[in-house]
């Protein structure tokens, strides 16, 4: 009797520490899908109302489009790379998202653009900030991964890096978008009345973080995870996010998770919110929904950091949770297919 | 019998699954140190015998002439960020560190500078990469984080910030250095006669990951942590490392540690090694000492990145390790006094 307690004893505390590398599911299926994808077009402040029936028509189409674009390109066997690649190019290429076509307006009246990729198989990355002339900073970003030895390229030189590399290039007007400029104009009009710099998230017409992501996890378990966008509206100084800070606003490792960030992306840096998902799993043994959970619905929500994020675990479960009134949004894999912008 | 074995079990249980926020100290005191800095001028694999006596001399003058300006601000009560700036804004101004007027030149022949500067207490942090003309990049991280709503500037931005908020310039000639210059120039002959790029530790000549860092903890028991670089020699593209990165290159938490890198950049940046020191303490429940090693002697040494790291924890333990043949670094606490560059 006395040995067989000490066994059990035993045995319960080498199952509590060894939580190195221990993931503890909960509610999540530790099947692996044949394969998953989920994207994010933002979170913010746009309420139902806010909106036309064409508007929510066309996020909606946006949205639906993307997910099954990448769903079709992970069902044909190719990478999560690809996939992740191919969708967030779609998305850059929507004028109604803050990335790619649709960014917004530096304080200068221009667009700088950021964009970052992870392969979670060979933890190598890619990432390029301030670019004023690609047309698809995703390309650029995982053309810095794949075919440089760095990691993060800015201003000019990632310019003329993506040049070298045959991406598209166009003019810097291509990114002129009324409603954008109208913004921006709005907010300087504020400024020189007021005389104070305002967050242009107070703003009524743009209570949308901009920034577009995906994670997708191929039939082979690689992950693999992007994020694009225009940065905040007024972005001055030369300002750069979290979306192309490896760890801030991406991460991928095969062992724990993918996943995209999009918010108030100071605090997305201070927090080092992308790895510590990853950290969180592979340290403290939480499930995905758990980690996702304590950092945007906890700890972010404590100190003021508005946002959301979108991830994939290993065996394609999602958590998507944000801590403001909404995340454009979508998750797809063999057995479930999810669409939403509100709760 | 029974019930004492239970509650035997119970209380093994509880402790063993109470990793979060436990710090398990090994060889570390426990007890809150009045005050300690550590700092380094950069890791590489520069040999005992490459140095002349006086190069030695110069070093180690250097070294102690920096650890002994932070203590003295510390003993005199000094915030923990106050010493940070001072001590690498002398390091900055030493032309044998690459970092301020000793930066390495990049592939077009011109300076780029990168600093990052976080404090502990408040979790804010600032940064500026790819700037030219600031004398002390340092001293613009520290201001981002003072005076902007801004966590990382680039490029003509960060410029024109650190003009407005009263900052010393200089023209970039200021970084012109005949050594660095000279390193430049071999590196480019051999890329010319071998039609491929090298890296440039591979040069004899060059054989250090310039950066140099300080982390202090200061009598009330607040952490900061930075890092300045002239970044790599013959650097393309606006690449941008670890060092203006926060969670890559630097970061500082009151209730872990604080802690600046040094090495390959890339590495540094995938891996978000600065959290990474902080998350092994957090949710590992590992000693400073024991995640350091883990980071720097195990998991980049695998992954072959090179470099080593300078962080304390709350009480003022120190580690210091380097997975490179050599470490500029320099730690003082009341009661201990290192100043080394190779084991």
Chains 1, 2 share one sequence.
Request: with cysteine; charged share 20%; hydrophobic share 40%.
């Amino acid at each position: 009797m006395k040995n067989i307690l000490i066994y059990i004893m035993l045995l319960m505390l080498f199952n509590a520490c060894s939580t190195d590398e221990k993931v503890v599911e909960n509610n999540n299926t530790m099947q692996k899908k044949d394969y998953a994808i989920v994207l994010h077009g933002g979170a913010g402040y746009v309420s139902a109302d806010n909106l036309s029936q064409e508007q929510k028509d066309e996020y909606f189409n946006a949205l639906n489009t993307a997910i099954s674009l990448g769903e079709n390109l992970l069902k044909e066997g190719k990478s999560a790379g690809d996939a992740v690649e191919e969708v967030i190019a779609y998305l850059e290429n929507q004028p109604m998202f803050n990335a790619g076509i649709g960014a917004v307006f530096t304080h200068d009246g221009k667009n700088e653009l950021d964009a970052s990729f992870m392969d979670g198989n060979t933890m190598n990355a890619g990432a390029v900030g301030g670019v004023t002339i690609v047309k698809n900073p995703i390309k650029a970003a995982r053309a810095v991964m794949d075919k440089s030895p760095h990691v993060l390229l800015t201003g000019k030189g990632a310019e003329t890096f993506s040049i070298e590399q045959g991406l598209d290039t166009v003019n810097n007007k291509y990114f002129f978008n009324q409603d954008r400029w109208n913004s921006l104009q709005r907010i300087l009009d504020e400024e020189a009345g007021q005389g104070m710099e305002l967050d242009h998230t107070e703003h009524p017409s743009d209570k949308k973080f901009g920034t577009v992501g995906c994670v997708a996890l191929d039939k082979n378990g690689n992950l693999a995870a992007g994020t694009s966008t225009g940065g905040m509206t007024n972005k001055k100084w030369g300002r750069i996010g979290d979306s192309p800070i490896i760890g801030a606003g991406t991460y991928a490792d095969n062992t724990t998770c993918g996943v995209s960030c999009t918010g108030h992306g100071e605090y997305f840096i201070r927090y080092a919110v992308a790895y510590d998902l990853s950290a969180k799993m592979k340290y403290k043994g939480l499930s995905l929904n758990q980690a996702a959970d304590e950092i945007v619905m906890k700890e972010l929500k404590e100190v003021g950091g508005a946002g959301g994020l979108v991830a994939l675990d290993k065996y394609g479960n999602v958590a998507m949770p944000f801590n403001t009134g909404c995340m454009f949004r979508a998750y797809v894999c063999p057995d479930e297919r999810i669409v939403k912008i509100w709760e």
